[in-house]
DNA sequence: TTAAGTCACTATCAAAATGATATTAACATG
DNA sequence: CATGTTAATATCATTTTGATAGTGACTTAA
């Protein structure tokens, strides 16, 4: 898809590292806790090669680290870099359109680990703590 | 990517529908006013044969509406539902998350259209009122 | 001591998606 | 009638995906 990331607009920009289904879930799964390869794939049912060029872009990326847990036999597993844990509200929030759009059937809840309360993410703006999609957005260019 | 639509995380859920960078970007132009094939064709540098999947899929989807704006020449325009709409801040996080980790060199910024001032989005629990992120959250399977 | 298991991959290859370019259909305008 | 506008298709090469099998470096159980 071509040089996106030169582009001025930062939606542009972030989804030249993680523009696709499978780094998004790969990075849930890693919020959740899972770290390994074959965590990952038992997880997502992805195939070995796809799941190994995801990990490598988004260590590249800088979403995740390889760390060697173990030196025999050589084993190495992935972690969250800051920038990693700092996506979990983008997913969080598209979690929560998926539960208000297309929640049919059981699903999953995302709750609070302390108060065992289920979350109501919102997005809104830190400076006039309104929600966000409640007053018009305008885009100033650079320049 | 099979099928994804019936895991129980409504993340995946989310996924299904708009789990592409296309996708977000037309939805991103559909928030910021564009309606028209020509305009997010020009917009996004998009083949033509890609673009007219994609807004079908969209529109298949429930996030946009086909509306017919001339019946002579006929020609039909894209307006968001309002489930396209309420992905707006899906989006908006994930440019916030592209501004801090992707940021080098100028960026486009997104401003409150009335006041005019940057908005600085993020994401809260209606709940606590915490920012997410900086509590452990837990997933509560169905059932 | 060998057989089986674990785990993080790589090799191979068919199938699907993407993307570039050209073209079309249905008109309006000069 | 020639040209322009606009929402698409057609065609086809390239790229990406995904399924399956195999590998290397071990550990563990028999």
Redesign the pocket.
């Known amino acids: 898809?071509?040089n996106l990331s030169d582009a001025f607009c930062p939606i542009a920009r972030g989804l030249t590292c993680v523009g696709?289904a499978?780094s998004m879930l790969i990075l849930r799964d890693a919020s959740l806790g899972l770290t390994?390869?074959?965590?990952f794939?038992k997880s997502l049912?992805?195939?070995?090669?796809?799941?190994?060029?995801r990990?490598a872009t988004l260590t590249e990326e800088g979403l995740l680290e390889?760390r060697r847990?173990s030196e025999?036999?050589?084993?190495?597993?992935?972690v969250l870099t800051a920038a990693g844990r700092d996506f979990l509200p983008v997913l969080i929030l598209l979690g929560a359109w998926g539960r208000q759009y297309r929640g049919e059937g059981r699903l999953a809840r995302y709750v609070d680990a302390e108060t065992g309360e289920e979350i109501e993410p919102v997005a809104v703006d830190a400076v006039t703590g309104a929600k966000i999609g409640t007053r018009p957005i305008r885009v100033a260019t650079p320049e």
């Not at 390994?36 to 965590?39: K, L, Y």
């Not at 049912?45 to 060029?53: D, E, M, N, S, V």
């Open positions: 898809m071509k696709d499978w390994r390869f074959d965590e794939r049912g992805i195939a070995p090669t796809i799941l190994t060029r990990l390889k847990y025999r036999p050589p084993r190495d597993e992935y």
